[in-house]
């Protein structure tokens, strides 16, 4: 294949990817947005394999590690559930991290194979390319793996601080930087070595002291860091296809990093530095001894049957319990009384991007039900029943009103404004942030206790009736 058509394809490619993330960008359309994104990867696959045709031996070795792959990824797609996915999406993004790492080491090893050049004499701004896609990409992985151990529980969701963590990661970052400088002036294997272990450590550092309530920014953070390592390493390799894939999935990454922060009151810049949440995220003192009031499915399901209005607000709790289905279901029965049902999304809602989205459309919940934050809190001052089932943070007033909160200052859903709100949880342990929410114990709230998908059941058999 000529190097022309090759950049063609590439550029096909590209254009693919950019409508896949556009369509990507609305749940009606994502189905559409996946597909466009699989022809796009494989166009770039075979496009690169025809460009470097590979001898027999080659080939069959990539055909292997392909198959390999691909069915373990099948395997996961199938067999993973969705309350599971958040860390599945990290654990992805460590691979990607441990492939850029991979990639630039064997092109310093064997440059003639990469057409970078020969064994101590690759360009210096090869080099530079390699050692800023080997870093990022390590401090991907191991970024990457303290994320999906913090959100399969495997490891506390509390921040782990560390004495002087600060200044800790200000020494790694300038040894870090020293060490590019000094792989690129003398390209020694030795200190490409010590700039991969430095990137290793730091990126433990920088994830480490998050608290579980930033894990959704966390996550998108770490899908923009693997998108610029494989950019980095689309330089170095001259790849056209890898550097247009990774500029769009840092950017993307990015902006929806961008996005959260605002979501969260977070600062980006330090988001991007790994140094936000550490200090406050956790528990917020003594736990309440205040009386709530408590009520039954029965009384759930009358209330709504004699509302006009009502909002949704799906969380982590609904995932977890796998409630979506029976959400739906109620709210179909609802909607037959004449009772108007709207869906309310908090952009950190769950434990990744989307996460309450993705969930919905797989109940087949119609989209134009479906309302961001900013679209939808301006509607439950007229609301008569905010049906909250399992969100936590992102409905707690102490945003709102404590200052010494580790939530202060997020954007929240403003539930509490409802006529009523039905808020429905295991009991009354606080949330993800560890911060108790003082909407139970408001005189509008009613607590529905008990597994998310139970309870929806017995409203929905109530409703029935």
């Given at each position: 294949?000529?190097?022309?058509?090759?950049?063609?394809?590439?550029?096909?490619?590209?254009?693919?990817?950019?409508?896949?993330?556009?369509?990507?960008?609305?749940?009606?359309?994502?189905?559409?947005?996946?597909?466009?994104?699989?022809?796009?990867?494989?166009?770039?696959?075979?496009?690169?394999?025809?460009?470097?045709?590979?001898?027999?031996?080659?080939?069959?070795?990539?055909?292997?590690?392909?198959?390999?792959?691909?069915?373990?990824?099948?395997?996961?797609?199938?067999?993973?559930?969705?309350?599971?996915?958040?860390?599945?999406?990290?654990?992805?993004?460590?691979?990607?991290?441990?492939?850029?790492?991979?990639?630039?080491?064997?092109?310093?090893?064997?440059?003639?194979?990469?057409?970078?050049?020969?064994?101590?004499?690759?360009?210096?701004?090869?080099?530079?390319?390699?050692?800023?896609?080997?870093?990022?990409?390590?401090?991907?992985?191991?970024?990457?793996?303290?994320?999906?151990?913090?959100?399969?529980?495997?490891?506390?969701?509390?921040?782990?601080?560390?004495?002087?963590?600060?200044?800790?990661?200000?020494?790694?970052?300038?040894?870090?930087?020293?060490?590019?400088?000094?792989?690129?002036?003398?390209?020694?294997?030795f200190w490409l070595f010590l700039l991969?272990?430095?990137?290793?450590?730091?990126?433990?550092?920088?994830?480490?002291?998050?608290?579980?309530?930033?894990?959704?920014?966390?996550?998108?953070?770490?899908?923009?860091?693997?998108?610029?390592?494989?950019?980095?390493?689309g330089f170095t390799l001259g790849n056209?296809?890898?550097?247009?894939?990774?500029?769009?999935?840092?950017?993307?990454?990015?902006?929806?990093?961008?996005?959260?922060?605002?979501?969260?009151?977070?600062?980006?810049?330090?988001?991007?530095?790994?140094?936000?949440?550490?200090?406050?995220?956790?528990?917020?003192?003594?736990?309440?001894?205040?009386?709530?009031?408590?009520?039954?499915?029965?009384?759930?399901?009358?209330?709504?049957?004699?509302?006009?209005?009502?909002?949704?607000?799906?969380?982590?709790?609904?995932?977890?319990?796998?409630?979506?289905?029976?959400?739906?279901?109620?709210?179909?029965?609802?909607?037959?009384?004449?009772?108007?049902?709207?869906?309310?999304?908090?952009?950190?809602?769950?434990?990744?991007?989307?996460?309450?989205?993705?969930?919905?459309?797989?109940?087949?919940?119609?989209?134009?039900?479906?309302?961001?934050?900013?679209?939808?809190?301006?509607?439950?001052?007229?609301?008569?029943?905010?049906?909250?089932?399992?969100?936590?943070?992102?409905?707690?007033?102490?945003?709102?009103?404590?200052?010494?909160?580790?939530?202060?200052?997020?954007?929240?859903?403003?539930?509490?404004?409802?006529?009523?709100?039905?808020?429905?949880?295991?009991?009354?342990?606080?949330?993800?942030?560890?911060?108790?929410?003082?909407?139970?114990?408001?005189?509008?709230?009613?607590?529905?206790?008990?597994?998310?998908?139970?309870?929806?059941?017995?409203?929905?058999?109530?409703?029935?009736?």
């Amino acid at each position: 294949m000529s190097a022309n058509l090759a950049a063609l394809l590439y550029l096909v490619a590209g254009v693919l990817f950019i409508l896949a993330l556009r369509g990507l960008s609305s749940p009606a359309t994502s189905r559409e947005g996946n597909r466009y994104g699989m022809i796009g990867m494989a166009v770039a696959v075979a496009t690169t394999l025809l460009l470097h045709l590979p001898p027999l031996a080659g080939f069959a070795l990539i055909i292997v590690g392909a198959a390999a792959g691909g069915g373990a990824g099948a395997y996961v797609a199938q067999r993973i559930p969705m309350t599971a996915m958040p860390e599945l999406v990290a654990f992805f993004h460590s691979l990607v991290g441990l492939a850029a790492v991979l990639v630039a080491g064997s092109a310093f090893f064997a440059p003639h194979a990469f057409g970078i050049g020969a064994p101590g004499q690759i360009e210096g701004g090869s080099l530079f390319e390699m050692s800023l896609g080997a870093a990022i990409g390590a401090i991907t992985f191991t970024g990457s793996i303290i994320a999906f151990l913090k959100l399969s529980e495997r490891m506390s969701g509390k921040p782990i601080l560390l004495p002087e963590r600060h200044t800790i990661n200000i020494m790694l970052g300038v040894a870090l930087a020293a060490l590019i400088l000094l792989f690129v002036s003398t390209e020694s294997g030795f200190w490409l070595f010590l700039l991969i272990l430095v990137s290793f450590t730091l990126g433990v550092t920088l994830i480490i002291p998050i608290g579980g309530a930033d894990m959704p920014v966390v996550v998108s953070m770490l899908n923009s860091y693997s998108g610029w390592a494989a950019a980095g390493i689309g330089f170095t390799l001259g790849n056209l296809a890898l550097i247009i894939t990774g500029a769009l999935v840092g950017s993307s990454g990015a902006i929806l990093s961008y996005i959260m922060c605002k979501g969260m009151n977070r600062s980006f810049i330090s988001v991007i530095l790994g140094g936000f949440g550490g200090e406050t995220a956790g528990p917020s003192g003594a736990k309440e001894t205040r009386n709530v009031k408590q009520g039954s499915a029965e009384d759930a399901a009358y209330i709504m049957q004699n509302a006009g209005k009502i909002i949704i607000v799906p969380g982590y709790g609904m995932a977890v319990a796998q409630a979506q289905h029976a959400l739906r279901e109620m709210a179909d029965l609802l909607k037959k009384e004449g009772v108007e049902i709207s869906y309310a999304i908090h952009p950190v809602a769950g434990r990744m991007p989307g996460h309450m989205n993705v969930l919905l459309a797989e109940a087949n919940v119609p989209y134009d039900e479906v309302f961001e934050l900013e679209d939808i809190n301006s509607e439950f001052g007229q609301a008569d029943v905010a049906f909250v089932i399992g969100a936590n943070d992102v409905t707690n007033p102490a945003a709102k009103t404590d200052k010494s909160s580790a939530i202060y200052g997020m954007p929240i859903l403003d539930v509490e404004k409802a006529k009523t709100v039905l808020f429905l949880k295991r009991g009354m342990g606080s949330g993800y942030a560890g911060v108790e929410n003082e909407l139970f114990f408001r005189p509008n709230t009613m607590m529905l206790f008990g597994d998310a998908k139970k309870t929806v059941e017995a409203i929905v058999k109530s409703l029935a009736h």
